[in-house]
């Protein structure tokens, strides 16, 4: 594992091997009994954490919200959490909506207080691996925790109306990540559910005129500071990668459903690509030659990338087993020379 490794992988430096991450370790529980007094992170050569947060300001607390719930990842199902009902009840007060007005703000200075300290613990807590800055909650997730996702569908049926919301989540959004920047981190993850497994739910000209230009105006002060910007949405939005590289990301987080063909063709030499071929359900539920079929077509694309950080989509859960998160390792420390 080496803090270097990720940073090298994200600023398109030349490296000897790709970086690595994955999502969901903290869940396998007999895979820590195996190795006591050890971090996963640090036995499974983790060099990049996926870190956000949204802020000292719950909004559940401080205003109306929904909760959408949890999926079960850990094996007893203790994290599974069912989703509430929405407070929200038409349209009209959705159009009304404004995030600063519900939930409240915390001054700039407080902010970056908040964050350079939350920061100094990651980085102390986990000093072989590099953490990052990041935000949760933008434009349309930011809607998603608010709205619900039924009153949301409902709301975005007045795309003019619901442009002006989506407007007021992304100056919102855009107060926190100007606080990141002024802290000491290299790397922000911009993460934002705007799409489904099947692609955009809205029509795709409404993310070009509405909320893309969000994230350019919103990335603004952390391009000034040199801050690498790294984009992260569940679902497929490979159609909208240029997009977001013509807003400044300097790369990309997504799912196997994400064609990485398209992805390394079209970025490998521009943008540090943070993914792979590997589907956590081939690792749950097919052979391990499945598995190592899909290592080896992502470690062929990989090698032709700047900037690649290895890891399994969605998340490495519970439910593969201890055998193939091992074999998996090692196999990855056998191909993921450059």
């Known amino acids: 594992m080496s803090r270097q490794v990720a940073l090298d992988n994200i600023f398109l430096r030349p490296t000897e091997r790709f970086a690595h991450t994955e999502y969901s370790l903290g869940y396998h529980e007999s895979l820590k009994q195996k190795f006591p007094g050890k971090s996963l992170d640090d036995v499974f050569d ?4 996926w ?40 349209a009209e007060e959705i159009y009304e909506f404004d995030p600063v007005r519900e939930y409240g703000l915390p001054s700039h200075r407080e902010l970056v207080r908040h964050y350079q300290n939350v920061y100094d613990k990651m980085c102390a807590n ?48 855009a107060h926190y990540a100007a606080a990141w920047a002024e802290t000491s981190i290299d790397a922000y993850i911009q993460h934002d559910d705007m799409v489904w497994t099947e692609g955009p739910f809205m029509e795709p000209e409404f993310y070009r005129s509405v909320i893309f230009p969000l994230y350019k105006k919103m990335w603004e002060p952390l391009k000034k500071k040199g ?9 497929t939005f490979d159609m909208f ?14 799912e196997p459903t994400n064609n990485l063909d398209y992805v390394v063709e079209n970025f490998g030499s521009t943008h540090c ?7 956590c359900r081939t690792m749950a539920f097919n052979t391990w030659e499945d598995v190592k079929k899909q290592m080896d077509e992502t470690a062929a694309l990989a090698r032709r990338c700047k900037g690649f950080i290895w890891a ?7 439910n593969v087993s201890d055998e193939i998160c091992m074999k998996y390792l090692e196999y990855l420390r056998k191909i993921w020379k450059r």
Request: aromatic residues 10%; proline residues 3%; charged residues 25%.
């Open 126 to 173: 986990s000093p072989n691996q590099l953490s990052t800055g990041g935000y949760y909650k933008t434009v349309v997730s930011g809607a998603i925790e608010s709205f619900g996702w039924e009153m949301l569908l409902v709301a975005a049926a007045d795309k003019v109306k619901f442009a002006k919301v989506l407007e007021r989540f992304g100056r919102y959004t």
């Open 273 to 279: 690509i943070v993914g792979s071929k590997c589907d």
């Open 227 to 235: 801050k690498k910007i790294l984009y992260c949405s569940d679902g």
């Open 46 to 49: 983790i060099d990049f954490l």
């Open 312 to 318: 399994t989509g969605n998340h490495m859960p519970a």
């Open 51 to 90: 870190c956000v947060n949204d802020g000292p300001i719950d909004w559940k607390k401080a205003g109306r919200a929904t909760d959408m719930g949890h999926a079960g990842y850990a094996a007893d199902g203790s994290d599974q959490r069912n989703s509430s009902e929405s407070p929200f009840h038409d």
């Open 241 to 254: 990668m240029k997009d977001i590289a013509d807003c400044g990301a300097d790369g990309f987080i997504f």
